[in-house]
């Protein structure tokens, strides 16, 4: 049957870059720096007591390029929450020097493309929860894009019969578990919440491997077919202790 698949939803996402303005921080005084960057750690902190009581995660890369400066990646229970950490961010010493750059809106998603075993509803398992509420990871290397499945002429994934669709994702997931431990994926869901179906969060501890995946993935039919793609991003892991030097001019 064609029809949709029941997707299981966790924390809302906001992909959260940022320019900084380099001429105004330079211009700055010594002590109107510091300020701001207290700002930010005492931020960090706060976010961080959130994440070690496991009510959301967030991480924050350099992104390499013209395109942005920082990307946060903020996961929480509530779009009200997320609303408040942009804001309170924009709102803060620090937020004096940033420029927006680019966003994204989504939220953690799994699909139940796969029968329930026994009976159990997957979203009750633990193991799924954790999934869908997940601590991101501080690996060194963060990517993020957002795409879409196609729908033209003769590919359209939106006329596929369910099964034809599960069996191309289970093959999209053989590929992927040859990267165990390489790369470490976050898909979100974000049809009817921005201008694309998914995003895709990719970690690694070596760049190389977004390379790899990716292409290899290409070649997977779900991709080859069916995949379109925007704009990518990625970024080097900057842990919160590395913020005064990364800033000091
Ligand atoms: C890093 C490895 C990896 C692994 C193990 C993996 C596995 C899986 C599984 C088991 C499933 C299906 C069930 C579910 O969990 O939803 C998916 C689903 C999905 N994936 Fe994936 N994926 C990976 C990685 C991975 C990558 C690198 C990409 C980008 C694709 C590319 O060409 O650039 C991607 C995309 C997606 C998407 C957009 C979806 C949702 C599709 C939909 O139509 O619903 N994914 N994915």
């Given at each position: 049957?064609?029809?949709?698949?029941?997707?299981?939803?966790?924390?809302?996402s906001?992909?959260?870059?940022?320019?900084?303005?380099w001429?105004?921080?330079?211009?700055?005084?010594?002590?109107?720096?510091k300020?701001?960057?207290?700002s930010?750690?005492?931020?960090?902190?706060?976010?961080?007591?959130?994440?070690?009581?496991k009510?959301g995660?967030?991480?924050?890369?350099?992104?390499?390029?013209?395109?942005?400066?920082?990307?946060?990646?903020?996961?929480?229970?509530?779009?009200?929450?997320?609303?408040e950490?942009?804001?309170e961010?924009s709102?803060s010493?620090?937020?004096?020097?940033?420029?927006?750059?680019?966003s994204y809106?989504?939220?953690?998603e799994l699909?139940?493309?796969?029968?329930?075993k026994?009976?159990?509803?997957?979203?009750?398992?633990p193991e799924?929860?954790?999934?869908l509420?997940?601590?991101?990871?501080?690996?060194?290397y963060i990517?993020?894009?957002?795409m879409?499945?196609?729908?033209?002429?003769?590919?359209?994934?939106?006329?596929l019969?369910?099964?034809?669709r599960?069996?191309?994702?289970?093959?999209?997931s053989?590929?992927g578990?040859?990267y165990a431990?390489?790369?470490?994926?976050?898909?979100?869901?974000?049809?009817?919440?921005?201008?694309?179906?998914?995003?895709?969060?990719?970690?690694?501890?070596?760049p190389?491997?977004?390379?790899?995946?990716?292409?290899?993935?290409r070649?997977?039919?779900?991709?080859?077919?069916?995949?379109?793609?925007?704009?990518?991003?990625?970024?080097?892991?900057?842990?919160k202790e590395?913020?005064?030097?990364?800033?000091?001019?």
């Open positions: 049957m064609v029809e949709a698949v029941e997707t299981m939803d966790g924390w809302y906001l992909h959260d870059l940022r320019s900084i303005d001429n105004a921080w330079k211009l700055a005084t010594e002590e109107e720096r300020q701001a960057i207290d930010l750690h005492k931020l960090l902190d706060k976010w961080e007591a959130v994440e070690e009581a009510d995660s967030q991480v924050l890369y350099k992104v390499l390029g013209q395109k942005a400066d920082l990307m946060f990646m903020f996961l929480r229970p509530t779009m009200d929450e997320l609303s950490m942009e804001t961010l709102k010493k620090m937020g004096e020097f940033l420029l927006p750059a680019h809106v989504s939220v953690v699909s139940k493309y796969r029968e329930s026994d009976g159990i509803d997957p979203e009750t398992l799924t929860q954790a999934r509420k997940p601590i991101l990871p501080k690996w060194e990517c993020f894009y957002p879409d499945r196609r729908r033209q002429g003769d590919e359209n994934w939106y006329t019969e369910k099964n034809v599960a069996k191309m994702l289970y093959e999209h053989k590929t578990r040859k431990g390489k790369v470490k994926q976050i898909i979100t869901g974000s049809i009817g919440l921005d201008d694309w179906e998914w995003g895709v969060t990719l970690f690694a501890h070596e190389l491997e977004f390379k790899k995946i990716v292409y290899e993935m070649f997977d039919e779900v991709s080859s077919k069916y995949g379109e793609f925007g704009e990518f991003f990625v970024g080097n892991h900057l842990p590395h913020l005064r030097t990364y800033l000091s001019i």
